[in-house]
């Protein structure tokens, strides 16, 4: 009599790392908190995160798009010779809204990859 052991994946392997999930909500808190330039260190800890380790698609897109919303005001600012002194101030409160419902739908992405692991 034979026994067969499954092999399940381990955890980090299916898994999206904790550092995109704590950036995924320290985005929108540091944008509304006025801190949009330093909110900028999370974008990109998302972005690469979910890029490199996240196996579901959706995930990566959403990541993307939290990263494509952070950076049109940002170049704007940069480019602009009469911006004002800080990012925060120079943003208009639709690119703000929208940092905060892509940053939104990025954690509720990565609620649902949590919520449905792929069985193996």
Sequence with gaps: MTTTVESHPTRTSRRVPLSVTVSAWAVPLMVVGQFALIAGVPVVIALVGALRRAPDRAVRRAATLVAVTF???LVVWLTRPDGAPSLSKDMHPVFVGLIVAASAAL???????RRHLPAR
Aim: net charge positive; hydrophobic share 60%; aromatic share 0%.
């Design 107 to 113: 954690i509720v992405t990565l609620h649902r990859a």
């Design 71 to 73: 950076a049109i005001p």
